[in-house]
């Protein structure tokens, strides 16, 4: 008989002996960046028994199996309220994979390899802006807190740079769901990130010289349906986090730009969506403008964090199930990430926030968030904001490429790393929880306008990130 000295028990209490704490790190084993920075793998941080789904819940959940009503109870302190409703009483069926160990299956590589070439470089200045550490001067790439030591640093360290690339623009589908599942809109839009600092592939890097104080652009343009088609909105970040972004649109039916304010981050950009710019990549705001922030403490999770993509299915759109007409949730796939961060934060400076918190899940191999509940002003759970990623590589039996498609940057007009596989989100499944509207949006090759996926091009900004480029966009 086999008797391990770090079973289920132990991993038990390892993390109520973290619950509460301001600062904890990663790791049960080692120190998890130390063996990530050393073998490129989390494997040696863990025990065995910490990446076992079926040791934590005793053969109820199985890598290779699913999670339906007729096991979520197994598995309930590990899913988030929206999870469990959607699979308890919606239809909802999960199903279950391995635990990613390799962390460049994670993140993209070229991110991933910055992240460790500035290892221990990043700090914070007197406002709790992120700078190389003893200067003033903005981040030079990767994620600048990879063993984060407090809620500000995890938060920090993801707002920065959201998609991990130097730029991108993605083509999204949506559809918008009555609670019986019925889609009530049909929305394609490209979404476009492009950052002047913190640049790890695109020259001149780390900054493009004149905007070392932005942050990042990011560009919206919806490509149908006729009537919503060529409306586009334009945020402008500033670096200082303290500051509000400049949130301009441009709307077809007045043929002009206008600005927007600031409290417009809470509500939906077009009718039927729950999609608030507050929610995007969880952290939809500068992080100063939020605050109070808390560390709840760090738990093993299950969710989307890798073997999301649908690269198989026609046009890569995934199979769905669940609510009345059979197709109110995408089917996904979950793995036991065996700690996440469980931050706290507060929406300090928005007085007619809709929101009184946000509670993100951030998985630390990588920081990445993996889901977001919102609460509103009475402090109820009001919304779920839950994402699946993956690298781009449709994998077989042994994760062997041989049997599907691979997309590399070079197939989306990358000018460095041209063979690196592609890493981003994939699915988000964005729920009302108190009014059963769910919004489901999702990566795919093309929309309406022949726009398709491109990373790391610097004609981006040029063509997309301005104010006379989203006029000429609308017209």
Known sequence: MHISDFDKGYTRRHFMESAGKASVGAGMLAPLWDTICRDGDITNAYPEEAMSIEA???????????????NIDAVR??????????????????????????????????????TMKNSGKGGLDSKGNVVVKGTDKPWIGGNPFPNAANAHEVLAGHTISW???????????????????????????????????????????????????????????FTSPQDVRGSSFLNIWPYDQSKFPDFF?????????RRFPTNQRFEPLLP????????????????LTWGNFKLVGKIPWLGGASQCWSGSKD???????????????????????????????????????????????????TMTPITMVSFDRRGEVWKQWEA????????????????????????????????????????????????????????????????????????????????SAIRRLGT
């Open 388 to 467: 699946g990623f993956d690298y781009y590589e449709k994998r077989g039996a042994g994760h062997d490429p041989v049997t599907g498609p691979i997309w590399k940057m070079g197939d989306c007009g990358a000018q460095q790393h041209k063979d690196d596989v592609i890493w981003s989100w994939n699915y988000v499944h964005s729920h009302d929880l108190q009014s059963d509207y769910q919004s489901l949006l999702q990566h795919v090759p093309e929309i309406a306008g022949g726009y398709k996926i491109r990373l790391n091009d610097p004609a981006l900004y040029e063509n997309y990130c301005t104010m």
């Open 163 to 221: 998609g991990r690339h130097d730029s991108l623009l993605f083509p999204v589908w949506e559809r918008d769901k009555a609670p019986s599942g019925k889609t009530l809109y049909r929305y394609e839009f490209f979404w476009i990130e492009d950052y002047p600092v913190g640049r790890t592939t695109l020259e001149p890097k780390p900054y493009v010289p004149g905007k070392e104080n932005v942050m990042r652009h990011n560009a919206i343009l």
């Open 77 to 114: 302190d590990l899913v988030d309220p929206g999870v469990y409703i959607q699979c308890a009483q919606q239809g909802r069926v999960i199903d279950v994979v391995p635990t990613e160990t390799d962390i460049y299956k994670l993140n993209p590589k070229h991110y991933i390899d910055a």
């Open 272 to 287: 039927g969506s729950t999609f608030f710019l507050t929610d995007a990549w969880m952290t939809g705001d500068p992080y």
């Open 56 to 70: 934590i819940t005793d053969g109820k959940v199985k890598v290779g199996g699913k999670i339906d009503a007729s």
């Open 315 to 365: 046009g890569w759109i995934h199979d769905r199930m669940g609510g009345e007409s059979g197709d109110k949730y995408f089917a996904s796939s979950f793995e036991l990430i065996p700690e996440c961060y469980v931050v706290d934060l507060e929406p300090i400076a928005y007085p007619r926030a809709p929101y009184s918190k946000k509670r993100i899940w951030f998985d630390a191999r």
């Open 249 to 257: 649109g441009y709307l077809p039916a007045f043929k002009r730009v």
